[in-house]
């Protein structure tokens, strides 16, 4: 009697929350890994990233990430294997010639802004080699990352790293420890609380420097994400009507929500519901928490 054939493994995809202390400075830990499956479309191995707010370090544990932009040589496009990403203001696609082992760890600019002094409105659509921004501390904690046996001791040497710096960091300063869904309204209270910021544009440029983007821009991202996750399920079941959605967002109408759900994802909301679905590339839309 012929055996069952045994199902192919997939892609190993994982949003991971970092620990309670650390949840005001870590967004979450992202681990993508296509080694232990069977070998992907060339279609099925690109990345695709909406913009975004947060900023990122990204370690290619295994295989190789590529930069998906046209005309481009292979030294441009080939990404290192710990790479800084800043705040995005465009969707971004990457791509993968081969079976690949991510893990990422998305960190809020405001607090990358406290734990290093880094000004993040020069790092907005950047990629930076992790040796052109932080100090030898980081780079051995960038060392020991690539090094570790696996993604749980990669999380634990990221969370031992950060947890007694971003503890300093808290005290004595105005960045908020409480919960995350709210940081982009934090991050107005604390630009106009400062002593530096006495006037709107005082108060922009504080902000600038915290996050990369305009006020403006992170309420627009902020509402966009909250509506995401708040109609994921309806969206990947098909019961939905934008223009309701759009209503329940605050947009002015579904065209306004058609428009900045484009400008987000690089697609209509009726094309980005069908990825979800349909597209392996789209997986990061899948497990957004």
């Not at 054939?5 to 296509?34: E, G, N, Y």
Request: hydrophobic letters at 45%.
């Amino acid at each position: 009697m012929a055996s069952t054939p045994t199902p192919a493994a997939a892609p190993v995809t994982r949003l991971i929350a970092p620990r309670t202390a650390l949840a005001s400075c870590v967004r979450a830990f992202l681990v993508r890994d296509t080694t232990g499956c069977a070998p992907l479309p060339p279609a099925q191995r690109l990345n695709r990233f909406p913009a975004a707010p947060m900023c990122s370090i990204i370690w290619t544990i295994a295989g190789d990430v590529e930069a998906a932009a046209p005309g481009l040589s292979l030294p441009d496009v080939r990404m290192p294997p710990a790479l800084f990403g800043g705040p995005r203001s465009y969707p971004l696609v990457s791509y993968n010639p081969g079976p690949v082992h991510s893990f990422v760890v998305m960190l809020y600019p405001a607090a990358l802004h406290a734990l290093t002094g880094v000004s993040m409105d020069a790092l907005l659509d950047q990629f930076r080699p992790l040796g052109a921004l932080f100090d030898a501390d980081w780079l051995a904690l960038s060392d020991a990352v690539l090094a570790a046996p696996d993604d749980a001791a990669r999380i634990g040497l990221v969370e031992a790293f950060l947890a007694p710096r971003w503890q300093a960091a808290r005290k004595g300063s105005d960045v908020s420890a409480g919960a995350v869904q709210d940081w982009v309204r934090r991050l107005g209270v604390q630009a106009a609380s400062t002593g530096l910021a006495r006037s709107a544009r005082h108060i922009e440029r504080r902000i600038k420097a915290w996050a990369g983007q305009p006020m403006r821009t992170l309420r627009r991202m902020r509402r966009a994400e909250q509506l995401f996750l708040d109609e994921r399920g309806a969206i990947l079941q098909g019961k939905v009507s934008w223009s309701d959605i759009a209503a329940s967002g605050g947009y002015a109408d579904q065209a306004h929500f058609c428009r900045e759900t484009r400008e987000i994802t690089g697609l209509s909301p009726t094309e980005l519901a069908r990825a979800m679905k349909e597209d392996e590339s789209y997986w990061i839309y899948r497990i957004w928490t």
